[in-house]
């Protein structure tokens, strides 16, 4: 339980300092602006309507073979999955020349990427080719033999904390995807020495598939068992007080070992984001349930929420605020720690 809070509280106090606005020297230029704002767009039209999403944004040659590589593997109920994987993806830029650019999608929940290719053309802006690539073609591991062993799966084997887990897939990835996509550069999907294991985009989409799988199997399994109503319940109660800012009302609820610093992370944060949050992750760790909140207005940004049960009374809750921007930094403070 210690160490839960001590994560907790670290990172609410490096997230806290995350809202700052960049320096001048730092805000990106005109071109990476527009990339970052047409690439984001697609990301939230695609989480409520994939189909949709890209015969907006993609050229015919784009959406055909989307059509072709990905889509035949999925079935129509199925493209629930990539409405879940979108939602939760985090956007990463690199390779911008002119007027075309590279972003990366990026799911940790997944494991898998989805890199774009997008030409710039003001109203005109289209996606002209991706590249999808599970996380260990990304990261330059060997692909599992059975992707149900996969490392990505820790992540809903309650073998550690969750947002660790999350923390090493996220740091890793980011890290080879800056290596090979620095912010200036051919806007090419496959540089030289890149992912050199990977297989054909339907053989990467098959084993992101696996783990988009695992996860409807997950929410099934939670909302199908009546004893997780009462958690079911205080998701809910902690989601609408975290929109109508009713402070008051979360800290009723915290156990008594929460640190305050978490909660006044959570509030600082603006309301599109605080008002968007989502059950997107269930599981289990010590015999307590786990219940991850995301807001697809900023999926970068995680809220663990671990949940006791009290006799005659609402579950007791421990949140932990994460930035998965600051992977690096959580990962090095774990590694501290076990020593």
Same mark, same amino acid.
Request: aromatic share 8%.
């Given at each position: 339980?210690?160490?839960?809070?001590?994560?907790?509280?670290?990172?609410?106090?490096? %997230?806290?300092?995350?809202?700052?606005?960049?320096?001048?020297?730092?805000?990106?230029?005109?071109?990476?602006?527009?990339?970052?704002?047409?690439?984001?767009?697609?990301?939230?039209?695609?989480?409520?309507?994939?189909?949709?999403?890209?015969?907006?944004?993609?050229?015919?040659?784009?959406?055909?073979?989307?059509?072709?590589?990905?889509?035949?593997?999925?079935?129509?109920?199925?493209?629930?999955?990539?409405?879940?994987?979108?939602?939760?993806?985090?956007?990463?830029?690199?390779?911008?020349?002119?007027?075309?650019?590279?972003?990366?999608?990026?799911?940790?929940?997944?494991?898998?990427?989805?890199?774009?290719?997008?030409?710039?053309?003001?109203?005109?802006?289209?996606?002209?080719?991706?590249?999808?690539?599970?996380?260990?073609?990304?990261?330059?591991?060997?692909?599992?033999?059975?992707?149900?062993?996969?490392?990505?799966?820790?992540?809903?084997?309650? %073998?550690?904390?969750?947002?660790?887990?999350?923390?090493?897939?996220?740091?890793?990835?980011?890290?080879?995807?800056?290596?090979?996509?620095?912010?200036?550069?051919?806007?090419?999907?496959?540089?030289?020495?890149?992912?050199?294991?990977?297989?054909?985009?339907?053989?990467?989409?098959?084993?992101?598939?696996?783990?988009?799988?695992?996860?409807?199997?997950?929410?099934?399994?939670?909302?199908?068992?009546?004893?997780?109503?009462?958690?079911?319940?205080?998701?809910?109660?902690?989601?609408?007080?975290?929109?109508?800012?009713?402070?008051?009302?979360?800290?009723?609820?915290?156990?008594?070992?929460?640190?305050?610093?978490?909660?006044?992370?959570?509030?600082?944060?603006?309301?599109?984001?605080?008002?968007?949050?989502?059950?997107?992750?269930?599981?289990?760790?010590?015999?307590?349930?786990?219940?991850?909140?995301?807001?697809?207005?900023?999926?970068?940004?995680?809220?663990?929420?671990?949940?006791?049960?009290?006799?005659?009374?609402?579950?007791?809750?421990?949140?932990?605020?994460?930035?998965?921007?600051?992977?690096?930094?959580?990962?090095?403070?774990?590694?501290?720690?076990?020593?």
């Amino acid at each position: 339980m210690r160490k839960w809070v001590l994560y907790g509280c670290v990172l609410a106090l490096w %997230a806290g300092s995350a809202w700052a606005e960049p320096a001048g020297d730092d805000k990106p230029s005109a071109a990476l602006a527009t990339l970052v704002t047409a690439a984001n767009l697609f990301r939230t039209e695609a989480s409520d309507n994939v189909e949709q999403a890209v015969r907006k944004w993609g050229t015919p040659a784009f959406v055909r073979k989307w059509n072709r590589e990905v889509m035949t593997l999925f079935d129509k109920e199925e493209h629930i999955e990539w409405h879940d994987f979108f939602s939760s993806a985090v956007l990463w830029c690199g390779r911008l020349a002119g007027r075309e650019g590279v972003v990366a999608l990026y799911s940790p929940w997944s494991d898998g990427a989805v890199l774009l290719r997008i030409r710039l053309a003001g109203e005109k802006t289209r996606l002209t080719d991706f590249r999808a690539l599970s996380g260990e073609a990304l990261r330059g591991e060997p692909l599992p033999d059975k992707p149900s062993v996969a490392r990505t799966l820790r992540l809903y084997a309650g %073998a550690e904390i969750p947002t660790l887990a999350l923390a090493r897939l996220y740091a890793d990835s980011l890290r080879a995807f800056e290596a090979h996509f620095p912010l200036e550069g051919r806007p090419d999907l496959s540089p030289a020495g890149f992912a050199k294991n990977a297989g054909s985009i339907g053989q990467e989409t098959a084993l992101i598939k696996t783990r988009m799988l695992h996860r409807m199997r997950m929410f099934n399994d939670f909302f199908g068992q009546a004893g997780n109503r009462p958690f079911l319940a205080a998701a809910g109660h902690l989601i609408k007080a975290l929109e109508a800012e009713d402070a008051k009302a979360v800290l009723a609820r915290l156990a008594a070992e929460q640190p305050t610093e978490v909660v006044e992370t959570v509030f600082e944060m603006p309301v599109s984001v605080r008002g968007g949050f989502a059950p997107n992750f269930f599981g289990r760790n010590n015999g307590k349930v786990l219940v991850g909140l995301v807001s697809p207005t900023a999926p970068q940004w995680i809220l663990m929420v671990q949940m006791e049960e009290r006799p005659g009374a609402a579950p007791a809750l421990i949140m932990e605020a994460l930035d998965l921007n600051v992977s690096g930094q959580i990962v090095a403070l774990a590694e501290k720690e076990a020593k």
